[in-house]
Nanobody, 114 residues
Framework: VQLQASGGGSVQTGGSLRLSCEAT????????MGWYRQAPGKQRELVAD???????NYADSVKGRFTISRENAERTVYLQMDSLKPEDTAVYYC?????????WGPGTLVTVSS
């Protein structure tokens, strides 16, 4: 399984970005796709994830501002990020979990300036 993310960039406070992550390879139907982030000097943390049946889970810090969605046919997960804050600045990583195996994509940098 390979994951390819795109959509990172630089925005000002209050702006929006949309991240995309496409999975290729053999993927079992029962899986969870999600986004994690790692800010400088901090541990990687969950931002949001979504099961193949559409159940979502969000970090408290992004609830109401970020929306995760997926298109199973396209094996793609999206993260719509609105009302961005400087503290959202981080490298964002896509993750796919299936049958207790985790696959990570390369990070994409999101920078929010004040």
């Amino acid at each position: 399984v390979q994951l390819q993310a795109s959509g990172g960039g630089s925005v000002q406070t209050g702006g929006s970005l949309r991240l995309s992550c496409e999975a290729t390879g053999t993927i079992f139907s029962n899986n969870v796709m999600g986004w994690y982030r790692q800010a400088p000097g901090k541990q990687r943390e969950l931002v949001a994830d979504i099961t193949n049946t559409g159940t979502t889970n969000y970090a408290d810090s992004v609830k109401g501002r970020f929306t995760i969605s997926r298109e199973n046919a396209e094996r793609t997960v999206y993260l719509q990020m609105d009302s961005l804050k400087p503290e959202d600045t981080a490298v964002y990583y896509c993750k796919l979990s299936s049958r207790f195996i985790n696959f990570w994509g390369p990070g994409t940098l999101v920078t929010v300036s004040s």
